[in-house]
């Protein structure tokens, strides 16, 4: 029996004598037949910690309290267009090992090592790719990057709002009451200390009698009576802390959402001239309002990050020369970046943490979605796997095919690989009819899908949409959990790749079909072997582990009798 040794892969036991050919040796499809019984295997596994939230089209939520209804922002990876689409899966499971984590000013996350991050790789102009962040985490110059920002196309309606100004007027109008104003009592009030007359114009674009305010004679703002537009402000926040915007601006298109943007920074915010170019920072008291500012930047064509200030006293002069000491409250610094389209990713800054908790992803049908941790967001994603298989009457593992999504979730996955791949073969699900005798025959496959149990695990109370479920309601089966610990499947890989049956190898694999598989089981699918000549007990999560998770399930149902043998692992 073959043993890992130190640094080699996973599967040593694997050959090119598993393969299918022909009597001259030529490499030839696998045999199929509906009589056999037929098997898909599954892996979904990767998944952020619980501290990341996703953008929704109703703000940032935590991706564990993430619900069936809510619809994500994602990004299209062929035309980069922001797009809100409805999850189609949930996983949420406990994981017990490693954490991948970056840092940086423009990128921060979490992922378990296996967990696929859609990146550009520096030097290869127009290579978009995923990549499994513990392989990122090894790789040196030159690098890789992930999208900040994405297009947002709406288009702004004619007129916006309770008293229907134009999109411009109104951008900038919200942009001067969300920074500097106040509504009550059936008063709006804008506070400025200088009379401005850029200000004073767009006031008198809204058809409203606005008159100056003044105190101990100085000028303070303006203020107009109108109950109706009063109270609609008011709703949006009775206090600056409970401020944010309203639906309505996130509706518009790029240019007015930039319009509201560059009115809010001019009454509560600042630009300095940098070398890389325009610094542009906000300030609120609102956490609602700094988490909007953040996603409208993203619509804007911007990138937006979010860090809190805390309080601190200081000394303020007024317009008498009187000095007065302010007591600070604290609030959130939203940064804007104008020219920042990606986020570089360097080596140095991963680290890697144990971590025993729980963990959580979705699926979406573009297979990117907008995640924040710590108010630094960027672009992350997802990708699920398929194998296909069959037992003999002689007892042989016939291994037909095997699909591995890319930029897709496990919806998609079925509707664009799966589906497709068995039409291809004429895999039909199988049908009961009545034969020319008047008795009940069956045609077509039976199948059993086996996976990650993670697809069957899901929050009670947040959503019923888990993969399994997805998995169950478009391909009509029941899915069936495999066993979760390393030792049962890879006793059940060893077992089943050094059998014999009447002369040649229990598993074959269609050569043709299973390049996904065939490569992690080379060597792909491989134990991580440290500065210190240590090797990992258990392997590493990458593309490939996917495929050769997905079969290592398979084994561990359908012979159970190796699960209880002892192989020789790395030291």
Known sequence: VATVSTGEAVTPEFSDLHLFKDANGKPEAAPMSPRWPTYRAWDFGHCFDPSTELLTEHGWVPVMEVVDDDRVATRNSQTGRLEYQRITAKITHHHEGELIGYRSQNVDFEVTPEHLIPVWRDGRLGRWTKIPASHLATLRSPHAAVDLRAHWDARSPSTVGLLGWGPALYAEFMGWYLS???AQHGTVVIYQLTRRLDIETL??????????MYHDGAFVGWRTQHAALAADLHALGATAHLKRAPAALHALSKDDIRRFLHAFVEGDGHVRDRSWGPEVTAFTVSKALADDLQTLALKAGWYARLRWQRAADSVITDRRGRQHVAHGTGGWVVSFKQRAHRGHLHAPQFYRRPYAGPVACVTVPNGTVYVRRNGIAHWNGNSPCCIWAQTTPMGWLNVLGCVQGENMGIEELIEQEVLPWQARFGMMPATSRVDSFGKA??????FRDIGDAAARIREQTSTRRSAAWTLERMLRTSFEAA??????????VKGVLNKMVSGRPMAMFDPFECKPLIKALRGGWRFAKGKDGKVSRLPIKDRHSHSGDSFAYLLAVLFPSYVSVTPAMPR
């Open 441 to 446: 025959a069956r045609t077509g496959y039976s």
């Open 180 to 182: 500097e104003g106040c």
């Open 483 to 492: 066993p979760v610990d390393w030792t049962s499947r890879r006793n059940a």
């Open 203 to 212: 006031l008198a674009r809204t058809g409203l009698a606005w008159k100056p």
